[in-house]
């Protein structure tokens, strides 16, 4: 990658609004845990929105792979973890898929936050749907300037939580989809399909990402269009 200083500001913009949605992520995770009765995350710092305590539990995640990967490829990834009990996650199994659902419910409010931040600069004329949408132009500004800058922040804080929330829903192990969608089911079902996906690991992963790039195509392109009514974006 050609480092401009556009480049370097909008990777300054990717790191801070991925740190925060990752934050926000595991913080989420650790409040329902401490709901649930496991106060283990939060012992440990995670049931904050201060990145630090997550930073210093993941430090490859949070710093090093979502730089390189900005470096290599111009968008973000990393990961952040929050610690459990796993003897209280197998004696209340609910409440355990309810922490796994908070971490994404959290992204998805991001996305609408984003969402309705977008909606009211389009209703105030300084934000217009673009002519080719990107992850990192969801909305265009009609001025330059600050406007420019809120447009990509914008943009950024909607693509990626929308990429975090669908790609953490996928009822996959290790992600939190796998532990979700036990809700859908008996306790004894739930207990059955975690015994049977407990040693998935790498596999797991593998699965996520094989599915998750034939996902997000679709859904991205339906919530641009849902963003901005009549754009026709395809």
Do not use: K
Request: glycine share 8%.
């Amino acid at each position: 990658m050609n480092l401009t200083p556009e480049m370097l500001a909008l990777g300054v913009v990717w790191y801070a609004v991925f740190l925060f949605s990752t934050t926000c992520h595991e913080a989420a995770h650790a409040w329902a845990a401490q709901l649930g009765g496991d106060p283990t995350a939060a012992l440990g710092g995670q049931a904050s929105l201060n990145p630090l305590p997550h930073i210093q539990r993941e430090p490859f995640g949070t710093v090093l792979v979502p730089i390189g990967s900005y470096l290599l490829g111009g968008w973000m990834i990393g990961w952040a973890s929050a610690p459990y009990d796993p003897l209280w996650a197998e004696r209340h199994p609910r409440r355990a898929a309810w922490m796994a659902l908070a971490g994404p419910a959290a992204n998805f409010l991001l996305v609408l936050a984003a969402a309705l931040g977008i909606r009211a600069g389009a209703a105030f004329g300084v934000f217009t749907a673009p002519a080719q949408a990107s992850f990192t132009q969801v909305v265009a500004a009609t001025e330059p300037g600050t406007w420019t800058a809120l447009a990509m922040l914008a943009s950024v804080l909607f693509t990626l939580n929308l990429l975090l929330f669908l790609f953490n829903l996928l009822p996959v192990p290790p992600l939190d989809g796998a532990a979700a969608v036990t809700l859908l089911m008996s306790e004894s079902a739930g207990r059955r399909f975690r015994d049977f996906t407990r040693q998935w690991g790498m596999i797991g992963l593998l699965l996520a990402l094989f599915l998750f790039w034939r996902l997000f195509d679709p859904v991205f392109t339906l919530a641009l269009n849902l963003l901005h009514p009549g754009a026709s974006y395809r």
